[in-house]
């Protein structure tokens, strides 16, 4: 069993930076990819990043694309996502989730099997 403990969250203005951080602990695989996702109320979990730990690879959405950046930190079990020039329209609930071992996530949410408990990230303009 795998959890995961997301921090980092908070209320900013538009274009402040933040930086998310999820450590994974319990049983930690070594071919998995770690992911971040991000939910409005009332509408559907929308995959921000991912970063497979097997090979680096990274998929953003396009709506963060030059602005979030994933990395992780594998001796620590932990991921992050820079988050640079902060827009309203980036404030939700965000949540990292890792995957078994081999499975390719990428930012499809039910292809993700632990998740943490969220971290809230507000952006006012």
């Known amino acids: 069993q795998i959890q995961l403990v997301e921090s980092g969250g908070g209320s900013v203005q538009t274009g402040d930076s933040l930086t998310l951080t999820c450590t994974g602990t319990g049983r930690i695989f070594s071919r998995y990819d770690m992911a971040w996702f991000r939910q409005v109320p009332g509408k559907e979990r929308e995959g921000v990043s991912s970063i497979s730990i097997t090979d680096g690879s990274t998929d953003y959405a396009d709506s963060v694309k030059g602005r979030f950046t994933i990395s992780t930190d594998n001796a620590k079990n932990t991921v992050y996502l820079q988050m640079n020039n902060l827009r309203p329209e980036d404030t939700a609930d965000y949540y990292c989730?890792?995957?078994?071992?081999?499975?390719?996530?990428?930012?499809?949410?039910?292809?993700?099997?632990?998740w943490g408990q969220g971290t809230q990230v507000t952006v006012s303009s």
């Open positions: 989730a890792v995957s078994l071992p081999f499975v390719v996530g990428g930012l499809i949410p039910n292809l993700y099997t632990y």
